[in-house]
């Protein structure tokens, strides 16, 4: 059995409230789930010290059995000082694709042209 740790939504239309819970990773986001370790309130402002409330010894508990956070939530952990989170680096996704590569390569083109005239 695959644990996650990750949000379930609540709250009413466009007012959303999360609880953090502990659930198997085949149920749903909002159905069955095993504990709930906490919540998440986004409607409040970034610096209030109840927008993410965790029950620290709970998580630490289920970290340890194996359980894996979602990326928000790894985001929480990493800033309660619990899992230090992996940073990501993705190079390659600035690149532009091969149409506009060719859609430069064009307009240099003929930008070049015009100069020469």
Known sequence: MSLKIRLARGGAKKRPFYA????????????????KVGTYNPQLQSDDPNRVMLKLERVQEWLSKGALPTDRVARFLDKAGLKPREGRSNPAKSVPGKKMTE???????????????
């Open 20 to 35: 953090i819970v502990v659930a198997d990773s085949r149920s749903p986001r909002d159905g069955k789930f095993i504990e």
């Open 103 to 117: 859609r430069a390569a064009e307009r240099a083109s003929r930008a070049g042209e015009t100069a020469e005239a």
